[in-house]
């Protein structure tokens, strides 16, 4: 079972903008790790975002346990191993891979208060990542800051993005921790887009049995070929669309689609893709 966490909602550079200086100083700013979500519950378990345990954490859970004081506490982070890749093969891999796995604590939650303000949960974690960096050097704290306007907002925006982070997060600092995607907690995360081709199409599941599910599209790669993997592409689509392009499919097969996407991966698929238009009269 998914275990219930805050999650961020997004918002625009463009509404940032509007920010005035005291609205941008009742916030901490933070980056938005490209790793792995890594939650220890009220119970002791240790579980990721969709409920699953992950491997290579042992010294990682041990050390944050050690901690008495804060035994029952829910323990907020994200699991990193140089990047998403080396991430997601290290802690889905029961054998030891050689990739050193940090836990990047960004939140400490008693679990019976959790409308404590976000700057006394910020004193929990310094002083739990204190105890436990000193038993596992893994166990590092995400650095959090203040800023007046947002042109300083981007340039630590763009510092993040340079050191490989997913992007930034934006927390009201006397925000509790809802169970629940809340405006308290703002994610800000740069996106491309590009042409790609259809080349295939999936029914859905569930409510979705009869219409689309996904399409298959393939991105431009180097000298005018096509990649050789496929990316699936299930959101951005409304429930007319779909209907509408499961009719049409055979004659939308190699038409061009116009998909966002926050990056590539190194085997050519597109991370957090989303249909934004497919380049044909027939829709």
Request: overall charge positive; proline content about 3%; hydrophobic content about 35%.
């Amino acid at each position: 079972m998914k275990p219930s966490l805050m999650l961020a909602k997004k918002i625009t550079q463009s509404e940032l903008k509007e920010w005035n200086q005291r609205t941008w100083e009742n916030h901490f700013i933070e980056p938005k790790i490209d790793g792995e979500r890594f939650v220890r519950l009220r119970n002791g378990e240790w579980v990721s975002r969709q409920g699953k345990p992950k491997y290579n954490v042992q010294k990682i859970c041990k050390a944050i346990d050690s901690v008495k004081k804060f035994k029952g506490y829910i323990i907020d982070g994200e699991l990193f191993g140089g990047d998403w890749s080396d991430t997601i093969s290290a802690a889905h891999t029961h054998h030891d891979t050689g990739i050193q796995l940090e836990y990047r604590v960004f939140d400490v939650v008693h679990a019976d208060k959790a409308d404590q303000p976000l700057t006394l949960r910020k004193e929990y974690l310094n002083e739990l990542v204190e105890e436990a960096h000193n038993i596992c050097k893994m166990v590092v704290a995400v650095p959090s800051s203040v800023v007046s306007c947002y042109s300083d907002f981007m340039h630590e925006y763009q510092r993040y993005l340079a050191n490989g982070c997913d992007g930034a997060i934006i927390k009201v600092r006397n925000g509790s921790y809802e169970l629940k995607r809340s405006s308290l907690w703002l994610k800000v995360k740069p996106y491309f887009e590009m042409d790609c081709k259809i080349v295939g199409f999936n029914e859905g599941e569930k409510r979705l049995i009869g219409t689309l599910g996904s399409i298959e599209v393939k991105i431009p790669i180097d000298g005018g070929k096509w990649s050789t993997l496929t990316t699936s592409v299930g959101t951005g689509i409304d429930d007319s669309n779909r209907d509408l392009i499961w009719k049409n499919r055979k004659k939308l097969n190699g038409v061009l689609a116009e998909i966002r996407y926050r990056k590539i991966s190194e085997k050519d698929r597109l991370i957090e893709p989303r249909l934004v238009k497919i380049r044909t009269d027939l829709l």
